[in-house]
């Protein structure tokens, strides 16, 4: 009636049990970093790659296989949801995974790169 885009509904995957599907298909499935590269560097779950939102609308650049099954994460939920509406338009099969705040698996003794920074 108002000319709005079909509202798309978004996949979403808790961010845990994604990983821990992760860990079972690596062959199948990528985990994308919506955060820009230097949050990337600091914190990140292993095995994650950083594709920041602001490079999404060229995603088949960087990622031209779309028989995987991408999952993606960001600081800020709303960057993944974002990110999630980016890929899913261009024909990704993509969940989003919300917030690395919610990310608990490397407290279970699975391994989130942290990057040590000395104090001045």
């Excluded at 990528?30 to 914190?43: K, M, T």
């Excluded at 990110?83 to 338009?89: F, G, N, P, T, V």
């Amino acid at each position: 009636m108002f000319g709005f885009g079909k509202k798309i509904e978004i996949k979403k995957l808790d961010i845990n049990e994604a990983y821990r599907n992760y860990e079972k298909n690596s062959n199948k499935i990528i985990i994308l970093c919506a955060d820009e590269q230097r949050s990337f560097d600091d914190l990140h779950i292993a095995g994650a790659e950083c594709l920041p939102l602001r490079l999404m609308d060229d995603m088949e650049e960087y990622y031209p296989e779309k028989d995987y099954i991408y999952y993606v994460y960001a600081i800020n939920p709303a960057i993944s949801e974002r990110a999630y509406k980016k890929l899913y338009k261009q024909g990704y099969d993509v969940y989003d995974l919300g917030s690395f705040v919610d990310y608990r698996e490397d407290e279970e003794g699975l391994n989130a790169k942290r990057k040590r920074r000395k104090r001045r």
